[in-house]
């Protein structure tokens, strides 16, 4: 897939994230099913966790100069709800109570860090010759790094669809 491509995706995803929130009481954004469930304030301060690492991840990706021998792997995995996904320790979310602008503004922010780094690459080309160690999927192409970005946004938001379902 192309970098324009993604871009677009990330686009799309998150409009489709920013309309669900929209409207929704601070209750509803930071009510759990239970002790061990997220809230819809957590799962969105999660994605913007996640984002910024991945930020982070790809920089650090970019700056070898090494040619990756690291093949393409499927990421359809990352939508499928039916799978279990533990977060690592470091992108899960924090009890903290958030308001809609607060969520909102960490969103914005996490996904501004990503399109400034993504501006700066001069030859997109390069995301698929270098990888990185991702803590679960292991060796990624930066390129699958950036993709991965609007699956895992569009898993939550399945999993925000159940919650908010759930609020009826």
């Known amino acids: ?78 939508l499928d709800r039916s799978q279990k996904i533990d977060a690592s320790e470091i992108a899960k979310p924090t009890d903290e109570y958030l308001q809609y602008q607060a969520i909102i503004e960490r969103l914005n922010h996490s996904r501004q860090q990503l399109l400034e780094l993504l501006n700066t690459i001069e030859d997109p080309s390069v995301l698929s010759k270098r990888h990185f160690k991702h803590p679960v999927f292991k060796e990624m192409l930066l390129i699958e790094w950036v993709q991965s970005i609007y699956m895992h946004e569009q898993r939550h938001i399945k999993q925000i669809h159940e919650m908010i379902d759930g609020f009826k």
């Open 1 to 78: 897939m192309e970098l324009q491509e993604i871009k677009q995706k990330l686009i799309e995803t998150r409009v489709e994230l920013l309309g669900i929130l929209d409207g929704l009481t601070g209750e509803q954004l930071n009510k759990r099913k239970d002790e061990s469930s997220w809230s819809i304030a957590q799962i969105c301060q999660h994605l913007s966790k996640t984002e910024e690492l991945y930020v982070l991840a790809i920089r650090t990706g970019l700056q070898s100069k090494e040619e990756s021998l690291v093949g393409n792997k499927s990421l359809d995995f990352l």
